[in-house]
């Protein structure tokens, strides 16, 4: 049980710590929320629990091709914001947007032999 609020007050602590950032210097947050430090966190974690080096392999890889779907979010907000839609709107359809290129990423990659 330790363990599990350990790690729920590390990404909160993350999270409070880009949004501070985020209030002076919205490019150092950004800067700081594309590191991809919750997954180097999931994978000490993972690898605490298991340490087994084909299982950390296939989770890394996974998560690679995970990102990719998510990448066009980044772009499409931006645009609905500037276009004078609601940051909640903009944000469940980049949230949709994800949600459906994730599913075209399962899709895909089981049909070109990535194990997904």
Partial sequence: MFAFVAKALLAGVMIAAIAE???????AAALIAS?????????????FARPDAENMAQHAQ????FVLPSLPMFLLI?????????????LAIGC?????????ML???SRIGIDL
Avoid: D
């Fill in 35 to 47: 590191l991809p430090l919750v997954s180097i966190l999931g994978m000490i974690f993972l690898w």
């Fill in 21 to 27: 950032v985020g209030r002076r210097l919205p490019a």
């Fill in 107 to 109: 899709k895909a990659g």
């Fill in 96 to 104: 949709a947007l994800t949600a459906v290129l994730y599913a075209g």
């Fill in 62 to 65: 996974a998560t690679f091709w």
């Fill in 78 to 90: 931006p645009v609905l914001l500037r276009q004078g839609m609601s940051f909640w709107l903009s």
